[in-house]
């Protein structure tokens, strides 16, 4: 069977995540857009060993369509994606320091990580903490999509984050650069630290943010 390139760019970042210990054992979930509809990871699948048999088809509904059952997380790739029609990707983990920074102690709503360097003002901008919601919790999926109307990279309180792109590989890049500010952060913890000014940050977020189709 042939595989569309999309699918493809899924397969192979799945992989990437998982050698890179970016998730582990049986964690994280990714999607893609494909016309009006969503090929996500099915349910209970390792990243590392991720096939094309173990991708799910949903309509933009949620409706299964083809394939194994989707991820019990689909809820927030949907979300994402029908807040966000100009992006075509999500990527979900539970990244090292990007979940031990959704354990800390921030408002929920309020940033997760400050502006420490250029590039997470660039690629992430504002990273907002979400409420607890229990994976797979479909009750969740309002509250993700409100998020996602402003931001294209949340955090889960006590879980990890949820980031989207125009493609896979722009969502992956986006995600690896939160996941590299989360560790900056944790490693400056009780220390005195200078991050971007709110100028600086929202110069760098508004000429490099995802443009909306609206």
Not at 37 to 63: P, R
């Amino acid at each position: 069977m042939n595989m569309s390139n999309s699918r493809r760019d899924l397969i192979q970042a799945a992989h990437s995540i998982f050698e890179r210990r970016l998730t582990h054992g049986c964690t994280g979930n990714l999607s893609v857009r494909e016309g009006d509809q969503i090929v996500l990871t099915s349910t209970g699948c390792n990243l590392g060993a991720l096939t094309t048999d173990e991708l799910a088809v949903v309509a933009m509904d949620g409706t299964h369509l083809a394939g194994p059952k989707p991820t019990k997380e689909a809820f927030l790739h949907l979300a994402m994606l029908n807040a966000r029609p100009e992006l075509n990707a999500v990527v979900h983990t539970h990244s090292p320091a990007a979940a031990a920074v959704s354990c800390l102690d921030v408002v929920d709503g309020g940033d997760a990580i400050p502006p420490l360097t250029a590039y997470f003002a660039m690629r992430i901008g504002r990273l907002p903490m979400l409420p607890y919601m229990a994976p797979g919790d479909e009750t969740g999926e309002r509250t993700v999509a409100e998020f996602a109307r402003e931001h294209h990279a949340l955090l889960l309180r006590n879980h990890g984050p949820v980031v989207a792109g125009v493609s896979i590989a722009q969502a992956l890049d986006h995600l690896e650069e939160l996941e590299h500010t989360a560790e900056l952060y944790l490693r400056l913890h009780g220390l005195p630290y200078v991050p971007l000014t709110t100028q600086r940050a929202a110069a760098l977020e508004a000429k490099y943010r995802i443009q909306t189709t609206s």
